[in-house]
């Protein structure tokens, strides 16, 4: 058992002893540099993972000269003042010495000193189960990080911020169930929980940032309470199969990529933009409802999903590079005309068989429809004036339906030696093209 005693006299005493050396020194008096006050780490009042100098210890004195007896803390948990500058009879517990038991009760208090920040107890595989005391407000980065064997964490109300990494990899965690005092979920705190199934979002939470990232759960709900949602906090959730959104939060990029599981998720209809990757090798999501006042699709969004049809709003107006690259089970696209722009390879190696660009469109992007071998008749407006390289490599085209003339076409597909031996149909529209095709 390790024995802390450490008064605010003798603290005030060693200080004083320090500052009168410094400005001795300053003044010339013997030439040396001012001493030196242990790490010089005075510590950072900000967040959870960073309260303080660890290498500190609180006053555990009664204060003052007045001679009472002063307090000795017997104790193997490390601690720290939660506030080393302004004193509140608060500590962080930053580890311990020795060996854990399996199922650890975190103490309410420590000697004459409240436990409000839990942190230093990472790679401990000796832990079970861990219960936390109301008077802990914050889990610290890392704090139970890697505890291998960790199945059970039991939080009580009270709880407000659990921060980044909090129980990153805790391989055997089975459940959470966080209580509705919780406001702050940090990043990638639940990144390889491979065990951890749902996890109920409180009301109070109004961020997500990179929190789910890796981790096992199959379904989720996030209440319309969540703001923001920050880019790829659900990346890489392989057994992710439903998503209820119930606000429109603003959201960052990547958010859902490699959930290979995921079938069903309803965007809100006002939502004007899907982020870039949002649902990449989203490979088991066949049925999808665009919103209807969307206006932009993101690079690589819908790459390598599992769609039979993509039927686009009259108000989408710009798809980027490899939208809906390799999603091979694609046959019917339907564009609409108040689309202006599609990036490079947006459709490559898509499994679509006809396309009615709109009217809008000026310039064919290298690459849109590369390996689209099953396309076979497609309409192109007149007022398209370039055709990027590689646009219809290694398709099956076999009837261009032209919006110009036959010498206007002729001058489009100048450089491309591939589209000389398709069956152009001249002056066409949009109408009849649709009609023919």
């Given at each position: 058992m390790m024995k802390r005693k450490m008064t605010r006299r003798n603290?005030?005493?060693?200080?004083?002893?320090?500052?009168?050396?410094?400005?001795?020194?300053?003044?010339?008096?013997?030439?040396?540099?001012?001493?030196?006050?242990?790490?010089?780490?005075?510590?950072n009042t900000g967040n959870a993972g960073d309260t303080g100098n660890s290498g500190e210890t609180p006053d555990n004195g009664s204060g003052g000269d007045n001679g009472e007896e002063e307090e000795v803390i017997e104790t193997n948990w490390k601690y720290r003042e939660t506030d080393y500058l302004v004193p509140n009879g608060t500590v962080e517990i930053t580890g311990y010495n020795g060996t854990l038991e399996s199922n650890v009760v975190i103490p309410e208090k420590i000697g004459k000193y409240t436990v409000t920040i839990i942190g230093g107890l990472d790679n401990?595989?000796?832990i079970l189960s861990v219960t936390i005391p109301a008077n802990v407000k914050k889990i610290s980065n890392s704090a139970f990080s890697e505890c291998h064997s960790l199945k059970q964490i039991y939080?009580?109300?009270?709880?407000?911020?659990?921060?980044?990494?909090?129980?990153?990899?805790?391989?055997?965690?089975?459940?959470?169930?966080?209580?509705?005092?919780?406001?702050?979920?940090?990043?990638?705190?639940?990144?390889?929980?491979?065990?951890?199934?749902?996890?109920?979002?409180?009301?109070?939470?109004?961020?997500?940032?990179?929190?789910?990232?890796g981790s096992g759960i199959t379904e989720i709900v996030i209440p319309?309470?969540?703001?923001?949602?920050?880019?790829?906090?659900?990346?890489?959730?392989?057994d992710l199969v439903k998503v209820e959104l119930q606000g429109n939060p603003k959201w960052g990029d990547n958010e859902f990529a490699q959930c290979s599981s995921l079938e069903l998720i309803e965007l809100p209809d006002d939502m004007e933009k899907i982020n870039k990757g949002m649902f990449c090798d989203c490979n088991a999501l066949k049925n999808f409802k665009f919103p209807s006042k969307l206006k932009y699709i993101g690079d690589s969004a819908f790459m390598r999903v599992a769609f039979a049809e993509v039927k686009l709003p009259e108000s989408v107006v710009r798809i980027d590079d490899y939208a809906f690259y390799g999603s091979e089970s694609i046959k019917n696209v339907?564009?609409?005309?108040?689309?202006?722009?599609?990036?490079?390879?947006?459709?490559?190696?898509?499994?679509?068989?006809?396309?009615?660009?709109p009217e809008r469109l000026t310039d064919i992007a290298e690459k849109?429809?590369?390996?689209?071998?099953?396309?076979?008749?497609?309409?192109?407006?007149?007022?398209?004036?370039?055709?990027?390289?590689?646009?219809?490599?290694?398709?099956?085209?076999?009837?261009?339906?032209?919006?110009?003339?036959?010498?206007?076409?002729?001058?489009?597909?100048?450089?491309h030696e591939e589209l000389n031996y398709i069956t152009p149909h001249y002056n066409s529209s949009a109408l009849l093209a649709t009609l023919s095709l």
């Amino acid at each position: 058992m390790m024995k802390r005693k450490m008064t605010r006299r003798n603290f005030l005493k060693v200080a004083a002893a320090v500052s009168a050396a410094g400005v001795m020194s300053a003044c010339g008096g013997d030439g040396m540099p001012p001493a030196s006050s242990g790490n010089g780490n005075t510590g950072n009042t900000g967040n959870a993972g960073d309260t303080g100098n660890s290498g500190e210890t609180p006053d555990n004195g009664s204060g003052g000269d007045n001679g009472e007896e002063e307090e000795v803390i017997e104790t193997n948990w490390k601690y720290r003042e939660t506030d080393y500058l302004v004193p509140n009879g608060t500590v962080e517990i930053t580890g311990y010495n020795g060996t854990l038991e399996s199922n650890v009760v975190i103490p309410e208090k420590i000697g004459k000193y409240t436990v409000t920040i839990i942190g230093g107890l990472d790679n401990r595989d000796e832990i079970l189960s861990v219960t936390i005391p109301a008077n802990v407000k914050k889990i610290s980065n890392s704090a139970f990080s890697e505890c291998h064997s960790l199945k059970q964490i039991y939080f009580s109300e009270g709880l407000e911020a659990i921060w980044d990494d909090a129980f990153y990899k805790c391989t055997s965690l089975q459940s959470i169930d966080l209580p509705s005092s919780v406001n702050h979920l940090g990043q990638r705190i639940f990144n390889g929980c491979e065990k951890i199934k749902t996890v109920s979002i409180p009301s109070n939470v109004h961020g997500l940032y990179g929190t789910f990232q890796g981790s096992g759960i199959t379904e989720i709900v996030i209440p319309d309470t969540v703001e923001e949602i920050t880019s790829e906090t659900f990346l890489g959730c392989k057994d992710l199969v439903k998503v209820e959104l119930q606000g429109n939060p603003k959201w960052g990029d990547n958010e859902f990529a490699q959930c290979s599981s995921l079938e069903l998720i309803e965007l809100p209809d006002d939502m004007e933009k899907i982020n870039k990757g949002m649902f990449c090798d989203c490979n088991a999501l066949k049925n999808f409802k665009f919103p209807s006042k969307l206006k932009y699709i993101g690079d690589s969004a819908f790459m390598r999903v599992a769609f039979a049809e993509v039927k686009l709003p009259e108000s989408v107006v710009r798809i980027d590079d490899y939208a809906f690259y390799g999603s091979e089970s694609i046959k019917n696209v339907t564009l609409p005309q108040t689309l202006t722009y599609i990036g490079k390879a947006a459709f490559e190696g898509t499994g679509i068989t006809k396309v009615v660009l709109p009217e809008r469109l000026t310039d064919i992007a290298e690459k849109v429809f590369l390996e689209c071998r099953k396309l076979e008749s497609i309409y192109i407006p007149k007022a398209v004036q370039t055709i990027g390289k590689e646009a219809f490599k290694d398709c099956s085209l076999r009837d261009v339906y032209y919006g110009g003339n036959e010498e206007q076409w002729k001058q489009l597909v100048r450089d491309h030696e591939e589209l000389n031996y398709i069956t152009p149909h001249y002056n066409s529209s949009a109408l009849l093209a649709t009609l023919s095709l």
